[in-house]
């Protein structure tokens, strides 16, 4: 099994930065795709972005293309969001998950961690 933990949300104007972490356990981590998603108040869990076990692709959805990139580190097991241009859209709780390729851009992961709050002021 897979343990996630996410950090790094909080508290950022329009315009800023925020980098997300996630920490797998388990040495299986390699063979997952990782992925983050989010959700705002009022809206179902959408995808944002997803990496393949050995982080030779990626995938993200289009409104945030261009402003996030996802990346991997299997060797510390940990899989981060780097979020630059911030938008008071973009705020919702964002949640790290772990799976497989076409399973996961369905929101059909194996497992998913906590959540943690990202929130964009203007």
């Known amino acids: 099994q897979v343990q996630l933990v996410e950090s790094g949300g909080g508290l950022v104007q329009a315009g800023g930065s925020l980098r997300l972490s996630c920490l797998a356990s388990?040495?299986?981590?390699?063979?997952?795709?990782m992925g983050w998603f989010r959700q705002a108040p009022g809206k179902e869990r959408e995808f944002v972005a997803a990496?393949?076990?050995?982080?030779?692709?990626?995938y993200y959805a289009d409104s945030v293309k261009g402003r996030f990139t996802i990346s991997r580190d299997n060797v510390k097991n940990t899989v981060d969001l780097q979020m630059i241009s911030l938008k008071p859209e973009d705020t919702a709780v964002y949640y790290c998950?772990?799976?497989?390729?076409?399973?996961?851009?369905?929101?059909?992961?194996?497992?998913w961690g906590q959540g943690t709050q990202v929130t964009v002021s203007s």
């Open positions: 990496i393949s076990g050995g982080g030779g692709t990626t």
């Open positions: 998950a772990a799976g497989e390729w076409i399973k996961l851009l369905r929101r059909m992961c194996d497992y």
């Open positions: 388990g040495r299986t981590f390699r063979g997952y795709t």
